[in-house]
């Protein structure tokens, strides 16, 4: 009983997480180094949400083996200090724990997260999707526990690589105000696409 319940609340989590990201309406910020990166307001939120689309030489097959390879998140995920990776009772999903440094006088952050893994057979596209989720065998939080409202990555594939695309929306918690996360945050799909791009292609993850 307890596996069932737990397996129908990631379900439930993650088709959440979905709906709450299909809708949003995205404004275009800027275009640096082939990568786009867009804002977008969110309902009954003070921080705005931030998508970032980039085109990889390498397939989704192999971007999903980076994604899961938490040894290897620090090369492309700035201030990550600590990952992990933690099976469910359901194939396709995974849990995962992320710790990060902060600046001298701030609190560090982590993040607990239930990982959807999906594909579709007939076009390749695979989707990842990401919601926060309370689970028991994380470590306790490292200072503040942040609070991912969504996350999807939409690997699609184009012209021998992937065309990819990052929605997402996140509360780092604490006193920081919304006006200087929101700020802060501009910079976040540019850094970590573009960073996600050279490790791909520097590790040889394609064959």
Request: hydrophobic letters at 40%; glycine letters at 6%.
């Amino acid at each position: 009983m307890r596996t069932f319940l737990l397996s129908a609340l990631l379900i439930f989590l993650c088709a959440s997480s979905f709906g709450m990201s299909k809708n949003i309406l995205w404004k275009k910020l800027y275009e640096k180094e082939g990568v786009t990166v867009y804002n977008a307001s969110v309902s009954g939120s003070k921080l705005v949400a931030f998508r970032g689309t980039v085109f990889i030489k390498a397939s989704p097959d192999d971007l999903v083996s980076v994604f899961k390879d938490s040894e290897n998140w620090g090369i492309w995920t700035d201030l990550l200090y600590i990952g992990k990776v933690y099976k469910t009772p359901i194939e396709n999903q995974l849990v995962f724990y992320q710790a990060f440094k902060s600046p001298p006088f701030i609190d560090d952050r982590d993040a607990v997260y239930n990982v959807l893994f999906e594909r579709d057979e007939k076009s390749g596209v695979q989707k990842v999707t990401a919601k926060s989720i309370d689970y028991s065998g994380a470590p306790d939080t490292v200072g503040i526990r942040m609070n991912i409202e969504f996350s999807r990555w939409t690997l699609t594939p184009r012209d021998g690589g992937t065309w990819l695309e990052l929605e997402t929306h996140a509360d780092p918690g604490g006193w920081i105000p919304a006006w200087l996360t929101n700020f802060v945050q501009r910079t976040y799909c540019y850094d970590l696409l573009s960073k996600l791009r050279i490790h791909t292609i520097e590790s040889g993850v394609k064959k």
